[in-house]
């Protein structure tokens, strides 16, 4: 099994940045793709960044392609999500997620673990 924390959510004003991370637990992480998903209040959980397993790829969803930065560290078990340029929309719970077979990025059922979320609030 793997455990997922996510940390670094927090207050800040438009145009403002964070940096949250994802700890994950056991000795296989490097086999994990791992993605980040935001859910606001009222609305679906949707993708945000997603990362293949030994870090060779990144993709984006269009909403966040030049503000926002996913990484991993694989001998520290650890993903990451820079988010610069922040807006208001961006308000919402984002979820760390670890998935063995994900064939689409933005498909929530491909990922087999999910952290307990982090609150991100972007006020105007």
Do not use: H
């Not at 560290?73 to 650890?78: H, L, R, S, V, Y």
């Not at 807006?87 to 997620?97: G, I, L, N, Q, W």
């Not at 998935?99 to 673990?113: H, I, P």
């Amino acid at each position: 099994q793997v455990q997922l924390v996510e940390s670094g959510g927090g207050l800040v004003q438009a145009g403002g940045s964070l940096r949250l991370s994802c700890a994950a637990s056991g000795r296989t992480f490097s086999s994990y793709a791992m993605g980040w998903f935001r859910q606001a209040p009222g609305k679906e959980r949707e993708f945000v960044a997603g990362i293949t397993g030994s870090g060779s790829g990144t993709y984006n969803t269009d909403s966040v392609k030049g503000r926002f930065t996913i990484s991993r560290d694989n001998a520290k078990n650890m993903v990451y999500l820079l988010m610069n340029s922040l807006k208001p929309e961006d308000t919402a719970v984002y979820y760390c997620a670890a998935g063995s077979r994900v064939r689409l990025w933005a498909r929530t059922d491909d990922y087999n673990y999910w952290g307990q979320g982090t609150q991100v609030t972007v006020s105007s």
